[in-house]
């Protein structure tokens, strides 16, 4: 325990101590507390995942928090591997980054939000009082907040802020009062305490998971709760991006995993829910990611889509639990959480590489790239793994969590039951339609951007100078290779996470899978070392002879135009056409009224369908609601404290009420 708490004590003083030096020394100063920090707890996080050791520490509080133990079993541990390393690789990839702010912005704020954001992850995930985990949790909500808020010069970035903000908040609302009837109940602010309601089966222990999904579901990311991150994301700066999709998200499945693992008895109806709302996350999430011309809310939306297939494995692993279909069990657990760090991986690279992008071109702007293979070589090859990666294809890691959901949803046809079996149909061609449409984007992402020719001048020749930003990079893309090649390795590190969830012997199943899994790598590294002997036999043929390049075929056509290649918009409006009900999109042309146009410019927008007839009708009625009260606000000083006295009153009468 004393690992732990030191590695998450120096991260907060890695957020304190910066503030004493100037900002271009701060950077160096939080990267040497996160790499302590970090000797303290990998090693730790290790050794409780393989050990599968459940260890506790209690600490004294006055009332009315009391007693508030720091439980770590391996579910923790796997969730505090994860913060660890992102925040390590954050801290060294800002350091590189954060240099095209400080000549704007005071580096002071950033570096203390980022120690505490990382901090109260820590915390998040291994404290079970009920009222110091809303306390951390509402640090952790805000310390982003502010890190979102960094560049508070643009109005849009200021409304971005606020809108997550206020998501939070009601995420929070919920939690708060989940916590509060539980609690209440129980009598107990303490987690284990909360066992014997949850597993009650009853319209009240739904009530309780319910309102205990809608908060933590918030901070994942499930429809329709989502609409903050494409809004939040391309708002922060890119080294928070990467650790609020890949890390912070992360703390809501935890939180949902966290009350799963308190209940021995699984209800159908919260299987199917999880499962069904995976679903469509998924499907809504890359279908929304897919029409965006923006890097970073292209990817923000393809969080959401990650958020929902482990949602839908999850949602599996559930359903085989509940009807005993032990293999169906196992295949979900083990794809839901393989994907919660395979997309850690491989999104932390796709930011940290959309930050590269942005800070050498100052665009974000599909329209506006093209080329930059020539200039950012190995960007471009990392970004073009990680997109393998994300799409789902061998040799990287996507393709082994995702294996295992196909192979429980498979599985699941055995079992004579016709809610199993429509279930097992839905999520094999919702997870087959968002593979393709994944693979679809990615393709569209990695094309517009580095292939092609150049689209506009840019302000300097972009380059990869700045080996800090590509480190973090590097390592991450040699964990997705090494974990898509090795997947039983990964397997070993899950396997006690495994047990708080599956309460009976899996060893039979989880053999048979991890033999898949290594089958799976023998033929990986034969089709590796065939493709490498191909090459070497290429290279000695043509070793001393004259290579001579043309140009690609194109039908007879020569002319070079950057005007000629696809756009972010055009590569995929066939497909837009055909999903055009769930995303809505307008098209303005813009052209002069006369037979042959000297100019002419066309710009398309779309709106997220859940966002526009739910959400923003539901903000319009709120905000309708409370201006009736507007005349409250009189700015009057007096009015405002007679306000405060009629409230103090009214909670006395309250109080000796109650009493």
Not at 113 to 121: D, E, N, P, T, Y
Not at 374 to 391: W, Y
Not at 478 to 499: A, T
Request: hydrophobic share 55%.
């Amino acid at each position: 325990m004393d690992y732990f708490l030191f590695g998450s004590l120096f991260y907060l003083l890695g957020g304190i101590i910066p503030l004493f030096f100037k900002d271009k020394d701060k950077s160096k100063v939080f990267v040497i507390f996160a790499s302590i920090a970090l000797l303290f707890l990998f090693p730790f996080s290790l050794n409780i995942l393989l050990g599968g050791d459940k260890i506790e520490s209690l600490f004294l509080f006055n009332l009315p928090i009391g007693t508030v133990p720091v439980r770590i079993d391996p579910l923790s541990a796997f969730f505090i591997l994860i913060i660890s390393l992102g925040g390590f690789f954050s801290a060294i990839y800002s350091s590189g980054y954060m240099k095209i702010y400080l000549e704007e912005y005071s580096l002071s704020s950033f570096y203390f939000f980022l120690g505490l954001l990382i901090f109260s992850m820590l915390m998040v995930v291994t404290v079970q009082n009920a009222i110091m985990f809303l306390i951390i949790w509402e640090i952790m909500s805000l310390s982003s907040y502010f890190l979102v808020l960094f560049e508070n010069k643009k109005e849009d970035i200021r409304k971005n802020s606020n809108y997550y903000l206020i998501a939070m908040q009601i995420g929070a609302a919920f939690l708060i009062a989940a916590f509060s009837l539980i609690s209440v109940k129980s009598n107990s602010v303490d987690f284990l305490d909360f066992k014997s309601l949850l597993n009650n089966q009853n319209k009240y222990s739904f009530l309780l998971f319910i309102l205990f999904f809608i908060g933590f579901g918030t901070k994942a990311g499930f429809a329709p709760f989502h609409t903050w991150l494409p809004k939040a994301h391309p708002s922060a700066p890119t080294g928070i991006s990467a650790i609020m999709s890949g890390v912070m998200t992360k703390t809501g499945i935890y939180g949902i995993l966290r009350i799963i693992s308190l209940m021995d008895v699984i209800d159908p109806f919260i299987a199917y829910m999880i499962f069904y709302i995976g679903l469509i996350t998924g499907i809504i999430g890359i279908i929304n990611a897919i029409s965006q011309d923006d890097i970073k809310r292209f990817l923000a939306y393809s969080s959401i889509e990650n958020v929902g297939i482990i949602g839908t494995a999850l949602g599996l692993g559930l359903i085989g639990i509940v009807y005993e279909i032990k293999f169906v069990a196992l295949m979900g657990l083990i794809g839901a959480i393989l994907h919660i760090i395979n997309h850690f991986t491989f999104k932390s690279v796709l930011f940290f590489g959309s930050g590269i992008i942005y800070s050498q071109t100052h665009t974000r702007s599909l329209n506006k790239l093209g080329g930059l293979i020539k200039f950012l070589p190995i960007t471009s090859v990392m970004f073009l793994i990680s997109s393998l990666a994300i799409s789902g294809l061998p040799l990287f890691n996507g393709f082994i969590s995702e294996f295992a959901i196909y192979l429980g949803f498979v599985k699941a046809f055995s079992f004579s039951n016709v809610f199993v079996n429509v279930g097992a149909i839905l999520g094999l061609s919702g997870l087959a339609f968002i593979g393709s449409v994944a693979l679809l984007g990615f393709t569209k992402l990695y094309g517009i951007c580095f292939l092609g020719i150049q689209r506009n001048e840019f302000h300097i020749q972009p380059n990869e100078k700045n080996r800090l930003l590509l480190t973090p990079m590097l390592i991450l893309t040699g964990m997705i290779i090494i974990s898509g090649i090795f997947p039983y390795v990964m397997l070993i590190l899950i396997k006690n996470i495994l047990y708080q969830f599956l309460h009976y012997d899996f060893e039979k199943d989880f053999k048979f899978i991890s033999d898949i899994y290594g089958s799976i790598s023998i033929v990986l590294l034969v089709f590796l070392a065939l493709a490498l002997f191909i090459y070497f036999i290429r290279y000695l043929l043509l070793k001393n002879r004259k290579i001579e390049e043309f140009k690609t075929w194109d039908c007879g056509y020569q002319i070079t135009s950057s005007r000629l290649q696809y756009t972010g918009g055009s590569f995929v409006q066939p497909f837009l056409h055909l999903v055009k009900e769930m995303v809505p999109q307008k098209i303005e042309v813009k052209k002069e009224q006369i037979l042959f146009p000297e100019k002419a410019s066309l710009v398309s927008y779309t709106h997220d369908f859940l966002e526009k007839f739910l959400i923003q009708p539901v903000v319009k009625f709120l905000k309708l609601s409370m201006e009736l009260f507007a005349w409250i606000q009189s700015g009057k000083m007096q009015q405002y404290i007679i306000y405060g006295l009629i409230f103090l009153l009214f909670i006395l009468i309250w109080i000796f009420g109650v009493s």
